[in-house]
């Protein structure tokens, strides 16, 4: 693991390489290599999982003053969820950097979507312990919150469910979603997803699982539909 590369890629500083190191340590890598007294980065996982939601509440609090305390909650429990954890480590590129035992790497284990927000969590657990919650709040304002409104990440809002409340407001309203294109490479697919509402208004979502272009698709309806009313 090359800690250095790793931090300017990231812009950051840190006072404790080793600790930085073992935020990026697999059980399955400490496993393999027991005779170096290594520590996993499943403690850490823990610390940063309460490091995270304590700088989303923040974030979201500040942010959004006309939201209810039961919508702010929703919201804070979609950003913080496996899938957008997993999202802001492929943004950071994290994956690189993980040293995994050979059969969690054989599996596919670099690419697993948990693991994946497992590390992230890590990585925050370790910089509040290198340097306190105002830097893990400035890393996350630089390099995660502005990320949260772009269409990559309207899964965040859950645009399909607010789509699915609004259409039902109006009786026998038919709501359908179809993936209509699917391309690239396995390990960096793109797909193509059409929302209709009555068979007469569509709108079209692009994104890098099916679930995304879904959401990116909802969004535009919603407030196509939106606009209208």
Known sequence: MDVNKLKQVLSISFKDDKLLRQAFTHSSYVNEH??????????LEFLGDA?????????LYKKHEE???????????????EES??????????????????????????????????????????LYLDQGMNVCQ????????????????????????????????????ILQYKIIEE?????????KAQVIVNKDKNAVGIGKTKKEAE????????????GKK
């Open 85 to 126: 954890l997993f999202h802001f480590s492929d943004i950071l590129g994290l994956n690189e950097y993980i040293l995994l035992g050979k059969g969690e790497e054989r599996t596919g284990g670099r690419k697993r979507q948990a693991l994946l927000a497992d590390v992230f969590e890590a990585f925050l657990g370790a």
């Open 138 to 173: 400035k890393f996350l304002e630089k390099h995660i919150f502005p990320h949260i409104s772009t269409d990559a990440f309207s899964h965040v809002m859950d645009y399909k469910t607010q789509l699915q409340e609004l259409i039902q407001k109006e009786k026998g309203s």
């Open 215 to 226: 959401q990116v698709a909802a969004k535009k309806m919603f407030e196509m539909l939106n």
């Open 51 to 59: 490091v995270l939601e304590l700088a989303v509440s923040d974030y």
């Open 183 to 191: 391309k690239g490479p396995s390990h960096a697919k793109e797909f």
């Open 67 to 81: 939201m209810s305390e039961g919508d702010l909650t929703k919201l804070r429990a979609n950003i913080v969820c």
């Open 34 to 43: 027991q005779n170096r007294h290594l520590s996993d980065n499943e403690r």
